[in-house]
């Protein structure tokens, strides 16, 4: 764990991967608000409320697993996005082995961010590694499923996006009129199925 | 108890503190831009500490009253009036019910806050009235012929008036080196700190974007996406420093240089473009 300043009123805690991050959000997140990434957790504290957490958290007895079991969803997809012949291209795979490798993981949630409601998905299939769009587009559609670095993700709402589209959904990702606006939540487990 | 906008050119926004602890659904904390003028506003009129005002950036606002309010205006400093007569920034005044109340266009800052006694009233989206220009989150910008409902005031205004905080000329805000600031040669930490920055018209409340030289690094892997706050100093792959904003979303992929003092970062609010900034560091 290494901790770095984020200005006078926030610390950043590095982890050494996403699941350990995902853990110590979860225990930070009891005294005190938190931002996941990655591999990090921005505490939004001052350093001198932060340390002293850290340290007796570190002595209280370090749980391996995440303390909430998230949702498992499954997402129903049409894999006919605009790059899912560049996606093929770049992982020397057919569209049809694309398709495959994307539904057949079972992805988590490790964190949020971009738009409300937009999930970073982890533990996908680790051919599917590809890099975002030099020049985002300036529209993407809600419900572009799509690809970047390791990550899958679901634009919930239109916005710009640079991430290369495979397929579209038509569930529901964000809506702020339910109890909970977001679908996916740092994890929840997703399984994407073709149609 | 209403107030209607009879014109509005520029952006006319509701906003209050915000939303915080949301960022698990992927929601940043969007609210008031200059939280210190929003604190005066709310004092003055003795609001709730967290009654929604109306930010406005830009063009004439103008707004009337269909009963008698009592208003107030901080933040930018301007020429403001009721119905052709000149009244005072920093101070609380009565809006006669048909009065038109003018604000034109700011002469020192950027960013008025118009308060009212009472509050603002909209439709809470996730515990706030604040809009988010990023998310789309909150309330609708305003536009001429919206009409905003006000809240019912018990409290008795205060007479006094407070005192603008807005610097003229150059902007001296202080950063702390980091998270990031290993990501980036000794050249680009000093030039962070010595060089004479330039606002970048691109700038709004999602980010102020700083012209001057590209800023460069010596670890040039992605970095995976971690946390940021307001006042973070991302710098874009092309070297360009980014100050967030309000409205920053809650993650970043971009190596965050330094991170400005929380207190400095109101008068981040108050930049146009073509202004000048200069950062000092700030050592915790």
Known sequence: MKVLPSGDKAVLVEFSEALEARIWAERLVEHLPVTLGATTVLVHAPRSAVQPLLTALSKSSNPHTPAHQGQAHTITVHYDGPDLHRVAGITGMSPDQVITAHTSCRLTVGFAGFAPGFAYLIDGDPRLQVPRLDVPRPHVAAGSVALAGAFSGIYPRESAGGWLIIGRTKEWLWDTERERPARLRPGDTVHFEAI | ?284
């Open chain 2, 1 to 284: 108890m209403s107030i209607r906008i009879v014109e509005s050119t520029g952006l006319t926004l509701l906003q209050d503190s915000g939303r915080f602890g949301m960022s698990a659904l992927g929601v940043g904390p969007s609210g008031v831009f200059d939280r210190r003028a929003f604190q005066q506003a709310n004092l003055l009129l003795g609001n709730d500490e967290n009654a929604a005002v109306i930010e406005h950036c830009g063009g004439t606002l103008k707004l009337t009253a269909t009963r008698d309010h009592a208003i107030t205006i901080t933040g930018a400093l301007g020429p403001l009036a009721i119905d052709a007569q000149p009244i005072e920034a920093g101070r609380v005044v009565q809006l006669a019910q048909g009065s038109t109340l003018t604000i034109k266009p700011p002469i020192v800052g950027l960013r008025y806050l118009v308060a009212v006694a009472g509050g603002f009233n909209a439709e809470l989206v996730l515990g706030s009235r604040s809009r988010d220009t990023l998310a789309h989150l909150g309330p609708e910008p305003l536009q001429t012929g919206s009409t905003l409902n006000v809240g019912f005031s018990t409290v008795a205004a205060w007479a006094g008036s407070i005192t603008p905080l807005l610097p003229t000329g150059e902007f001296r805000l202080r950063v702390v080196l980091g998270p990031r600031d290993d990501w980036f040669t000794a050249t680009a930490i000093e030039q962070l700190l010595t060089t004479v920055w330039e606002v970048d018209p691109l700038s709004g409340r999602v980010g102020i974007r700083l012209n001057g030289p590209n800023l460069e690094r010596c670890q040039t892997q992605e970095l995976l996406s971690e946390g940021v706050v307001r006042g973070s100093i991302q710098v874009t792959n092309n070297g360009m420093p980014i100050i967030l904003g309000p409205d920053h979303p809650v993650t970043g992929g971009y190596p965050v240089i330094g991170v400005i003092t929380d207190s400095d970062t109101d008068l981040l609010a108050h930049v146009r473009p073509g202004d000048t900034i200069s950062l000092s560091r700030h050592l915790l």
